[in-house]
């Protein structure tokens, strides 16, 4: 039965094809704004997320001290039973707490030079800290170090004077280096300790505070802190220099931050960051969306108006319709479905324009930011992303059609209802 409805309905539309355009032409309009607007917001976020770094370092959270005036003068501190009750936080990969070493200079040959941070770390957590190697081996054992990618910058020659001093850049992987310690012994003056880098591979540059810094064991650090400062280590009123924790992924970034500062801790990273970012472009993308749902509004009323006039045009054929047997629902199906295909034709059409519009737009920006220096009414650099400043993803364009015909078959609602309980005798005596 259905099917039969189906083949009137159209059969209905087809008689009357140049109403069917008009009607579906504000539908597409619609449609299309809706999906550009939300589409260009997805572009943005895209190219936003692109610009802040890898996926890695998105799923980083920074552990810090939460001092406030509520908290008083007793502040959680970065200790080891924080490391602890981090470990056991849902959603947590890894909790890396670091040490840096508290002093310390280079030197390389003749010259002299200084690296920070110089920081401790458990060698196992190596492939949690979301860094890569360039040369040589990703690994730690006792006296080995990593250096960054720019640790040989900061070089010197100790003689130089005057202007014949000059910043001096060396490759540690390479050179022969050692590092020198001094413990302030009170009267006696500074002793001086020099201890020989094995070094072990070099970090990719990746734009972060340890380009220019050394990674070593973190008992080794632990070692040479105590000499400088001739205090015992104590695991009880320790204190980290830093903590970082590792989210399983992006997903889950934001309930481990949440965990944390439920623990008085206060948290930071590109991690939170990011989601102060989505929050940003889920606002953005409502109102956006909004804008267009007028047009969308709007197409809704030429669709009930079409439908009225439809049904002043064919009371006598509804009246033959229900005269033969036809029931409301029936009479009610039929209008509906015409309602629903008006706004399909309207939506498919919309989604094409959208499609054909996304490439045109994008290939503009490409232009733009390859031949002329970017966009200059843009925040941000198109060629990020490959130029898609537009972007329509799958389900977006499937979630436009299924609201087009929303839309249609709504707006159809009452004129259909209004042919399905018109009386067969007085629709038959309409001329």
Do not use: C
Not at 166 to 184: G, H, I, K, M, W
């Amino acid at each position: 039965m259905f099917y039969e409805l189906l083949q009137l309905a159209m059969g209905n539309l087809g008689r009357a094809r140049a109403r069917l355009i008009m009607t579906s032409a504000g539908v597409l309009v619609g449609t299309t704004a809706v999906i550009l607007l939300i589409a260009l917001t997805i572009g943005l976020q895209q190219a936003a997320e692109a610009s802040i770094g890898s996926s890695a370092s998105l799923t980083e959270i920074e552990v810090y001290p939460n001092y406030n005036p509520q908290s008083g003068s007793n502040v959680p501190q970065l200790d080891v039973a924080l490391v602890q009750n981090l470990w056991r936080v849902p959603g947590v990969a890894a909790v890396i707490p670091i040490i840096n070493m508290q002093g310390g200079e280079l030197e390389a040959g003749d010259y002299s030079g200084y690296a920070y941070p110089i920081a401790g770390i458990d060698p196992r957590l190596l492939p949690y800290m979301g860094l890569q190697i360039e040369r040589g081996e990703f690994s730690l054992q006792p006296g080995d170090v990593i250096v960054g990618a720019r640790s040989g910058d900061n070089f010197y020659d100790p003689e130089a004077s005057g202007d014949e001093w000059q910043p001096v850049s060396l490759d540690l992987f390479e050179t022969p280096a050692r590092l020198r310690l001094y413990q302030n012994s009170g009267d006696s003056g500074p002793k001086e300790r020099k201890i020989p880098l094995h070094v072990v591979g070099q970090l990719r540059e990746s734009n972060n505070q340890y380009d220019y810094g050394l990674l070593m064991p973190i008992q080794d650090v632990i070692q040479y802190n105590e000499w400088i400062t001739g205090q015992e280590f104590d695991s009880e009123n320790f204190r980290f220099d830093q903590i970082i924790v590792r989210a399983t992924s992006r997903e889950t970034a934001n309930d481990v931050s949440e965990a944390i500062r439920d623990l008085g801790y206060a948290t930071g990273g590109l991690g939170e960051y990011l989601q102060q970012l989505n929050g940003f472009f889920t606002t953005m993308r409502l109102m956006l969306g909004g804008v267009g749902g007028v047009a969308l509004l709007v197409a809704a009323f030429g669709v009930a108006n079409t439908m009225m006039m439809a049904i002043l045009e064919r009371t006598r054929e509804i009246g033959l319709m229900k005269a033969i047997g036809a029931t409301n629902q029936d009479v009610l199906t039929v209008f509906l479905i015409e309602a629903g295909l008006v706004g399909l034709v309207g939506g498919l059409a919309g989604v094409g324009l959208s499609y054909l519009l996304q490439n045109l737009i994008n290939q503009a920006v490409q232009n733009a930011s390859s031949g002329q220096g970017g966009v200059p009414f843009l925040p941000l650099d198109p060629s990020q992303i490959g130029g898609s400043l537009v972007v329509i993803p799958p389900e977006l364009a499937i979630g436009a059609i299924v609201l087009a015909v929303m839309i249609g078959v709504g707006a159809g609602f009452y004129p259909a209802m209004r042919a399905a309980q018109m009386p067969p005798v007085i629709a038959l005596k309409q001329e």
